[in-house]
């Protein structure tokens, strides 16, 4: 698969480097920012990352990342609405107020970036079936849970890498932390949805969830099988009886746009 | 071992920074508050800490701790909730509550060994008014336990300074949201995220707050007058 459009667009922003230099020195001055010396590069790809390495506005891109996740889920969850057939009515209430939630976690960064001089978060436009990979995807109800419970998944591995590159900004990384807990509940209401539809899932993730997820779907999980935290093997840590399963479900691993662009790209059209 | 020693010396870089940081906000009190800042756990001379109490210390290291705390008080609670099933535990809530027990053991275990020589003890839990023969108080305990976590550790995540110690307790943070939102559907469907603010935030809690009420589960006086401040 080619390079997505995704990293493409973000790959364009840094040609425009007066604008952009000027933009970020808003943000900057704006929310008092300096460049995280600690903190984990979110852009990596060597183009980007060249650039990056002049730069300080490393707060702004963890809100495109952001966005580009709340913004695909916005644009899922819009879309499943208009299919009447497809939700229980049951359960039209809680997808209504994920994507209640989701708008208003949208509206509070394209605020920040506006407040903070920074140019709008890139429109993009969605097919859902992943060229045709998930047919059903708005006509069977499991298939769609089974692809909302991955986005919200991943969606909450983003924001793990997206809270980590705003450790210089106390209010901002705050906001986005309460945003990532939301985005978690709505991931455990999805999966327990699904676990309703006879699909054996719990609410947290086990291993890489291989049992249950197919095909494009896995790449949203790889990583987070891993049962080793900082050099600590979870597994039985300190005798306690935990096993690789439990070991793997009681954290949840970031990701990094190396795993989530390509993702990403299976349900992106423009 | 490198990495260990690497550790060790982040959380002891990340200490001294906040003890500038107090230094710096004391302003002309800055001999007293280097007094006070210097004050550990194990240093029972303070007029603020009682002798026999507990406190989890400053900085990065002090909301670890504290995340090390809550993590000791889920995890003894549903232990005693999987030792002493209520009256019509089913195997699903069983298998529910065995997970969300695995989990904070597997972090508490995790905080501990992260925390090296600077992890407060082991402390006995106070659980006098949870009655674990009924469904209904272990699940309103349950509730109000992920519900303190979840924001909780949002605070801690909040105000913490390292980057690694940032990253550890934002994964185990939303493991909290997802337990917290199970348990809010469990007993009332559809509650998953009902206390999300009008941006659809979840609303974080500072250290000093939530330990208020995360205390009065130990037995042992808790302090945390150190820990960072929003």
Known sequence: MKLNHILKDLQNTTP??????????????????????????LFASAAFNKAQAKTTDILAEAIYYALSITNMQIAFYTEAMTHPALIPADAVADFTKI??????????WDNVLVNTGNAA???????????????????????????????????????????????TNKALRGDAINIRCTMARHAGHVRLLTRNQNIDIMPWITGSDANTIVGELMQGYQGEEVTQQAQYSIVNINGAAV?????????????DHFAAEPFMAHFTKS | M??????????????????????TYAGVLAGAGMFIASCHKDENNSVITPSDAVDLGSSDQGLLNYAFLIKQLKAAFYTQVIATPFFGMTPTEKGFFTDMRDHEIAQRE???????????????????SVDFGLKSSVYAKAKQFEELSTAGLAGVCKLMSFSDNLLYATKINSVDARHSATVNDFITPGTFAEKTDSNGMEQAQDPQTSLETTRKFFKRTITGNYLPRY
């Open chain 2, 110 to 128: 995790f905080l501990r060994n992260y925390l090296t020589t600077f992890a407060i003890p082991m402390l006995e839990t106070d659980f006098s």
């Open chain 1, 121 to 167: 978060a890139p429109v993009h436009t969605y097919d859902f079936t992943a060229k045709n990979a998930f047919p059903k995807v708005f006509t069977e109800y499991a298939d769609f849970l089974t692809l909302a419970h991955t986005l919200e998944d991943v969606g909450v591995r983003m924001y793990t890498q997206v809270v980590v590159n705003m450790v």
């Open chain 2, 2 to 23: 490198n990495e260990k020693i690497t550790h060790d010396v982040e959380v002891k870089e990340s200490s001294a920074l906040s003890r500038r940081k107090f230094l």
């Open chain 1, 99 to 108: 994507l209640k939630d989701k708008k208003a976690h949208a509206a509070y």
């Open chain 1, 16 to 41: 425009e480097s007066f604008e952009r230099t000027e933009h970020r020195r808003d943000i900057l001055k704006n929310l008092g920012v300096k460049m995280a010396a600690a903190a984990v590069p």
């Open chain 1, 243 to 255: 096993s690789a399963k439990a070991a793997s479900q009681a954290f949840d691993e970031p990701m």
